[in-house]
Nanobody, 125 residues
Framework: QVQLVESGGGLVQAGGSLRLSCVASGRFVRIYGMGWFRQAPGKEREFVAAKTWNDGNTYYAEFVKGLFTISKDNGENMWYLQMNSLKPEDTAVYYC??????????????????WGQGTQVTVSS
């Protein structure tokens, strides 16, 4: 079982930046990759960014390309989402997620087995 805990959310003005963190823990932690999703009020949870471990590929939703960066701390089971040039429409609860196996679909919610509790990001205009 893997536990994920996000942090780093908060209130920021439009054009500002935030860095979200996610730490994985558990008795037998095996990380196959990582993903970030977000959910705004009244909307479905949507894909934001992902990174797969076996091939090192990185994926971004079109609306965050060039603005958000996903990365990992090489020494720890911690990864990050650097968010720059934030807009009010980026306001959402952000979740980190981890799959429980190889061969998962990194852009799909169903590809992930473990989820954090979410961290609120609010961007004011």
């Amino acid at each position: 079982q893997v536990q994920l805990v996000e942090s780093g959310g908060g209130l920021v003005q439009a054009g500002g930046s935030l860095r979200l963190s996610c730490v994985a823990s558990g008795r037998f932690v095996r990380i196959y990759g990582m993903g970030w999703f977000r959910q705004a009020p009244g909307k479905e949870r949507e894909f934001v960014a992902a990174k797969t471990w076996n091939d090192g590929n990185t994926y971004y939703a079109e609306f965050v390309k060039g603005l958000f960066t996903i990365s990992k701390d090489n020494g720890e089971n911690m990864w990050y989402l650097q968010m720059n040039s934030l807009k009010p429409e980026d306001t959402a609860v952000y979740y980190c997620a981890s799959p429980g196996r190889w061969g998962y679909q990194p852009l799909l919610r169903d590809g992930y087995d473990y989820w954090g509790q979410g961290t609120q990001v609010t961007v004011s205009s």
